[in-house]
């Protein structure tokens, strides 16, 4: 039972450590792409990657919680909230998103992307924090 667990923990961590890529594919794309159109078009191709990603490693950390007879411990409660923070932080900038496409104003995409780029670095924080809990 015990190497069961042992396993589907290591496939968690697995799922895990490949939530770093879409934040810092489009930080490359916010910090290095100067046409508005193409920063707007690399977060779009990321975005349901990276809700994809989220996904599995919510329900792969389910089951192994559910392996664990759902012990609580300060470890499990903050993943689930950096999961819902980072969850509930990304839907909104996806509706921004939206907004932004239609937007002639420069000076609010040009804000668009700043908070765009403070997300995308917070979210690297929590799962660097994460990782050293």
Partial sequence: MEAVVNNLINIHIALSI??????????YALFL??????????????AP????????SIFSGLVVWAMLTFVMSFKIL???????VILVLEIKRHKRQKLIKVEANSGIREYFFKMAKIKYIADICFFCLLSVI
């Fill in 18 to 27: 490949l939530l770093f890529i879409p934040p810092l594919i489009n930080l």
């Fill in 33 to 46: 792409k100067k046409s508005h159109t193409k920063k707007l078009k690399y977060l779009a191709i990321i």
């Fill in 49 to 56: 990657g990276y809700y994809a990603l989220l996904s599995a």
């Fill in 78 to 84: 903050a993943m689930v909230f950096v999961w819902i």
